[in-house]
């Protein structure tokens, strides 16, 4: 059963300390997405990355980061720097860089960070 | 002025009705439209893609844009409890970025 798994499915950090979210794809998609949900807003991009071992930073890296050592895999970490952490995080992935010609983004069922 | 804005709703409808959902967008140069589903704590999965100007119609749902006007709808008919979901409009221009609307809530009443 091909998809996206994202875990943990809820997550809760402590002041000053680093988290990491998991993304895991067995679509053998070439690029993978982080995203940013928060109420009233529209989805916001992380990071991105088109192949192993290299990435960009998207609209909001600050705080974040990421790393991509296997095509399946591309893990998140919300670092103490992200002063704002509390939010719905979505992973996705795509044949190709998403070029606006009909590639579609499938997504993960996300992780909803609180912090305690 | 926000680059695309949708109405947040939510939007409360009868089983069986015809649902119209609208978004605006700022940017003439946008040309690729697409709608995206997303049911409560899951991620989006696309519905409609559009290229350019026109309709595009699968099963119940139906995608129209407008570019004189910069506006883009979706229409669903013979609304389904099932439909009822946050609906998220995205454009995108030749940067190939997504711009994301806020998303409508749809509630379809059995």
């Known amino acids: 059963d091909g998809g996206i798994t994202q875990s943990p499915k809820y997550l809760f950090r402590k002041e000053g300390q680093n988290v990491t979210l998991s993304c895991e794809q067995n679509?053998?998609?070439?690029?993978m997405y982080w995203y940013r949900q928060d109420p009233g807003q529209g989805l916001r991009l992380i990071y991105y990355?088109?192949?192993?071992?290299?990435?960009q930073k998207g609209d909001i890296a600050e705080g974040y980061s990421v790393s991509r050592e296997k095509k399946e895999s591309f893990p998140l970490t919300v670092t103490s720097a992200q002063k704002n952490p509390t939010a719905f995080y979505l992973c996705?992935?795509?044949?190709?860089?998403?070029?606006?010609?009909?590639?579609?983004?499938?997504f993960g069922s996300g992780t909803q960070l609180s912090v305690l | 002025q926000k680059e695309v804005e949708q109405d947040p709703g939510p939007l409360s409808v009868p089983e069986g009705a015809i649902v119209s959902l609208n978004c605006t967008y700022s940017?003439?140069?946008?040309?690729?439209f697409m709608w995206y589903r997303q049911y409560s704590r899951k991620g989006p999965e696309l519905l409609m893609y559009?290229?350019s100007s026109g309709n595009k119609e699968d099963g119940r749902f139906t995608a129209q844009v407008d570019k004189s006007s910069k506006y883009i709808s979706l229409f669903i008919r013979d609304s389904q409890p099932s439909d009822s979901a946050t609906y998220l409009c995205?454009?995108?221009?030749?940067?190939?970025?997504?711009?994301w609307g806020l998303g409508t809530s749809l509630a379809v009443n059995p």
């Open positions: 996705a992935s795509s044949p190709g860089i998403i070029r606006g010609a009909g590639e579609k983004l499938f």
């Open positions: 995205i454009v995108a221009g030749n940067n190939r970025k997504l711009i």
């Open positions: 679509l053998n998609h070439d690029a």
């Open positions: 559009t290229y």
């Open positions: 990355s088109q192949i192993v071992n290299d990435f």
């Open positions: 940017n003439s140069a946008f040309q690729y």
